[in-house]
T-cell receptor, first 114, second 113 residues
Framework: NAGVTQTPKFQVLKTGQSMTLQCAQDMNHEYMSWYRQDPGMGLRLIHYSVGAGITDQGEVPNGYNVSRSTTEDFPLRLLSAAPSQTSVYFCASRMLGRTNTEAFFGQGTRLTVV | KQEVTQIPAALSVPEGENLVLNCSFTDSAIYNLQWFRQDPGKGLTSLLL?????REQTSGRLNASLDKSSGRSTLYIAASQPGDSATYLCAVRHGTNAGKSTFGDGTTLTVKP
């Protein structure tokens, strides 16, 4: 089982560049989400989706776009990278419809914006 | 707004000691609570999930408890080993099955041989 796969693992961007962080899961999970993890601020929710074609904003959505065209994939787009977006990004997925649904996380993408 | 606090931020113990990690939350209307482990430079690995109707869950040397009325959860680690060294995070899911989760900042545990 691959679980949740994120690519790339590391990325350096220049201010103003755009890029897409990829996230794919093979567990047929309806719910997918993106977090950023910063020292002293814990994990903060950027965007989430409860199924294909449905997305919504989390706690810190500004500067990021998402789409969910398939159940498996949930890419995160940085429109115009800023140094404040330097962080570690995690994608997570879980099932809906059951009470004991654990969340599964990818290995993270470490992004540096210079 | 739900706030999740984990105290202490760091803990160092000798190998073999039993220990307790704490997680407190401000809004008791939770759906479930999940404990994770994070190794340096890695993603989060699920350890235990406690539903709001449950009081505790056990897996091997780990036992997690939940007291919704007091807004607290504890993660008990028995007979700690150096391999247990990691950061432990708790996450509280709000309200419903599709609810968002709020994470604590974590407790970084070091188990000395």
């Amino acid at each position: 089982n691959a679980g949740v796969t994120q690519t790339p693992k590391f990325q350096v961007l220049k201010t103003g560049q755009s890029m897409t962080l990829q996230c794919a899961q093979d567990m047929n999970h309806e719910y997918m989400s993106w977090y950023r993890q910063d020292p002293g601020m814990g994990l903060r929710l950027i965007h989430y989706s409860v199924g294909a074609g449905i997305t919504d904003q989390g706690e810190v959505p500004n500067g990021y776009n998402v789409s969910r065209s398939t159940t498996e994939d949930f890419p995160l787009r940085l429109l115009s990278a800023a140094p404040s977006q330097t962080s570690v990004y995690f994608c997570a997925s879980r099932m809906l419809g059951r009470t004991n649904t654990e969340a599964f996380f990818g290995q993270g993408t470490r992004l540096t914006v210079v | 707004k739900q706030e999740v606090t984990q105290i202490p931020a760091a803990l160092s113990v000798p190998e073999g000691e039993n220990l307790v990690l704490n997680c407190s939350f401000t809004d008791s209307a939770i759906y479930n609570l999940q404990w994770f482990r994070q190794d340096p430079g890695k993603g989060l690995t699920s350890l235990l999930l406690i539903q709001s109707s449950q009081r505790e869950q056990t897996s091997g040397r780990l036992n997690a408890s939940l007291d919704k009325s007091s807004g607290r959860s504890t993660l008990y680690i028995a007979a700690s080993q150096p391999g247990d060294s990691a950061t432990y995070l708790c996450a509280v899911r709000h309200g419903t099955n599709a609810g968002k989760s709020t994470f604590g900042d974590g407790t970084t545990l070091t188990v000395k041989p």
